[in-house]
């Protein structure tokens, strides 16, 4: 390997005025840029609107490694003309991650259904057309209980409902969105399949997965650099949490913030041990990854289910998150910045 020095692009969300003059050192990535010098790798900022695709491409091709945080969908614009340009300048040898390959493969809801045979499954049904959607939902809700329905593609709960009958053998639903300031309401399942007809645009369609009632105790995201768990992030009220009982709809507390914990956390252990262990294998196979495949950083969010026979936590995956995995826990600055070095160096040999 010769002495020059690598060099690694982060790609984050130019301001809208400023464009490529957004400045890396003044975005919320300025302790990865730290992270990343401090191994010695050079860092360029690479500020991203579809509008400078081109000026970004240059700077992409002429860089060894590319780290990108941008989110699928922003104000009705998805990643579709990022991630083509993306997928060529990883053509040229250039590390590109997450890779919008693995993205399609991890990092859309559809995963959930591609592994639901796993320890992290759950009761989940997929649905391509509005016909199918329609059935598989009315099947779904005949149960009594509430479902979870999940557009394949988006983040901070766009596109994420808790669905349920609004009285036995009724038409009506009772629907909540789980994109902040969501309200309970009551409308007819006609309506509400309308709401739902621009996800099955997408090709993974739409998600039911069943509504998990251990809600309550939170939700907990683990931070992965590849394939260690490097973080712990920990939600108690989520934007689905119900009210209390006999309470109004609009009482339910609203989402609070997530709190940061370093990968030692004792009681997260069982959870860390079986993803690093088992889950982490058995998802590559699933969707057809090997392990060096995996993005640099991701996170994968998980819910309590039911507790074992011996009184143990067992854990649902909610979603895994791949686009733009931030904020994360500053434990997982280091590894990300050392994982980096280590697969640019092995890449150049």
Known sequence: M???????????????????????????FAKTAEALTAVGLEVVGAPYRDEDVEAVRAILSA???????????????????????LAEVARLGVLVSAHPEVIDKIG????????????????????????ELRDGLLASLSAGLP???????????????????????SHGVRVRHAKRGGVEETLPLEAFLERCRPYL????????????????????RCYLVRDRVA????????????????????????????????????????????????WLDELCRAVGLAKAQLPLLW??????????????????????????????????LAPLAAATKAHLQQLRG
């Open 201 to 220: 645009a997408e090709p993974g369609g739409v998600i039911d997965q069943a509504y998990q009632p251990r809600l309550t105790d939170g939700m907990v």
């Open 231 to 278: 973080g712990f992030g920990e939600q108690r009220i989520n934007a689905l949490y119900p009210a209390e009982p006999g309470a109004p709809p609009e009482s339910a507390p609203t989402p609070g913030p997530r709190l940061y914990y370093p990968p030692t956390r004792s009681d997260f252990q069982p959870l860390k041990t079986r993803l690093e262990n088992d």
């Open 2 to 28: 010769n002495d020059k020095t690598l060099r690694v692009a982060i790609v984050f969300p130019a301001d809208p005025q400023q464009g490529l003059a957004t400045r890396l050192e003044a975005s919320r």
């Open 63 to 85: 860089v060894d490694g590319v780290l990108v945080w941008i989110n699928p969908i922003v104000e009705g614009r998805d990643r579709s003309v990022l991630n083509r340009m």
């Open 147 to 169: 479902r979870v329905v999940k557009q394949a593609r988006g983040h901070s709960g766009e596109g994420v409902w808790k669905v349920e009958l609004a009285e036995p053998r």
């Open 108 to 131: 859309t809801k559809e995963v959930l259904y591609r592994t639901r045979h796993l320890g992290w499954g759950s009761d989940i049904h997929q649905y391509r057309t509005l016909d």
């Open 299 to 332: 996170d994968a969010d998980f819910l309590y289910g039911p507790r074992d026979a011996a009184g143990a936590d067992t854990w649902v995956l909610c979603e895994i998150n791949v686009s733009s995995v931030y904020p994360f826990p500053d434990e997982a």
